[in-house]
């Protein structure tokens, strides 16, 4: 089945509901025939879930990385990727797995299955659709006279390993979307560090910041280091949705991170917020107290972890006592170290809310006074009180 072209400038929750009822039919219905409401109404005619053609998910960790983002997309609870794997989500379309974690035994070539020969179905255009995440950060392999820095299986031609550059030059055009999971793939992370010798970057330096799928979908970033597991368990579901046309398009800010999950700041969802505002500072570890004096970046890092928690909404870095480094920003860690130093902006808000704090301190205390007290009519005795007239 070939990659249907779709137009950015039509409706693009028309053109994916279509690319979806060419991928679920028999494979005799063209993405540009109108299907009659009559036709969709009749259970007979409606494959079951293990019968609809699946959209495929292609993963490649052959980035500069730790694997910590798949690592973490085990501990994935709402949803996680059993549900999402075995379809007990409502309405999820089916959605074969393709993931280097569980999926060889020992590497895409030599293993207990045939694993890099998805990829190569991709390549040949014969895996249609599919959505394709990249896991570490992408090494310039323009930069060196030999070798490589990163290798995904191997060159039938040559013997020679795939570099992940090659990877995204043959796949990117063809998949439905592309997602950049982790701080690595989404920025470059650690190994884009100044002074790096690889040059690494994040998907979109590579591919560009404008790049658009076939489907018109730009590049996912679910940044995080790692990664916080629900976050790109949801984006996954999302873009399923999407290609099912159940969802419309989804809603990115100008660092390609789903607003829904990175619109707010670590501080706006942080219990430690209040003393920020009274300008109460903790001094050392192990107190309650805002953290920004110890190295805290919250009121600047667009990061939802303080709200959902780490797993299963339990932990989380300001939750449990640490400072937040900013792990999931672009500038990420360059911009933000030494970790443990005081940010430079916060010593003048920080300054400023401790002058301020002491004022609506000991006003909250007179209020306090006034309404931590019962009204006066709530006693015993023989006369109502109450204000109430028959």
């Not at 005799?28 to 495929?56: F, G, L, M, N, Y």
């Amino acid at each position: 089945m070939s990659t249907p072209t779709l137009d950015p400038a039509r409706g693009n929750g028309e053109q994916l509901g279509k690319l979806s009822a060419e991928a679920a039919s028999t494979g005799t219905a063209r993405s540009d025939e109108r299907i009659q409401p009559e036709e969709r109404v009749q259970p007979d005619r409606v494959p079951a879930w293990e019968d609809q053609a699946p959209i495929h998910l292609l993963w490649i960790n052959a980035g500069l990385s730790c694997d910590g983002d798949s690592v973490a997309l085990t501990a994935a609870t709402q949803p996680s990727i059993e549900e999402i794997v075995l379809g007990a989500l409502p309405g999820l379309p089916r959605v074969d797995v393709h993931w280097p974690l569980i999926d060889f035994d020992s590497g895409p070539e030599q293993g207990a299955d045939t694993f890099i020969e998805w990829y190569r179905k991709a390549e040949r255009g014969e895996l249609d659709p599919f959505v394709l995440v990249i896991e570490g950060s992408v090494a310039n392999e323009e930069i060196k006279p030999e070798g490589y820095w990163t290798g995904f299986g191997i060159e039938p031609a040559t013997g020679q390993p795939v570099t992940l550059t090659t990877w995204l030059d043959r796949l990117a055009p063809k998949a439905l979307a592309v997602v950049a999971a982790g701080t690595c793939a989404t920025y470059g992370g650690i190994h884009a560090m100044a002074g790096n010798p690889t040059g690494a970057m994040g998907v979109p330096d590579y591919l560009g910041w404008d790049w658009k799928s076939a489907a018109g979908i730009p590049i996912v970033c679910v940044p995080g280091c790692p990664i916080q597991p629900d976050n790109l368990s949801e984006t996954l579901v999302y873009l399923l949705y999407q290609a099912s046309g159940q969802a419309p398009m989804i809603p990115l800010d100008d660092q390609l991170r789903p607003r829904w999950l990175f619109g707010s700041t670590v501080h706006d969802g942080c219990d430690r917020a209040g003393y920020y505002e009274e300008g109460n500072f903790a001094r050392t570890y192990g107190t309650e107290e805002c953290l920004v004096k110890l190295g805290c970046w919250g009121p600047v890092v667009k990061c939802n972890v303080p709200k959902r928690g780490w797993m299963n909404g339990l932990g989380g870095c300001p939750n449990v006592g640490g400072i937040c480094i900013a792990c999931t920003m672009p500038g990420f860690p360059d911009r933000f170290m030494p970790f443990m130093d005081e940010p430079p902006g916060s010593r003048v808000s920080s300054a400023a809310s401790q002058i301020y704090g002491r004022v609506i301190t000991n006003l909250r205390r007179i209020t306090l006074h006034t309404a931590d007290k019962e009204p006066k009519w709530r006693r015993r005795g023989d006369e109502l009180l109450t204000g109430y007239r028959p």
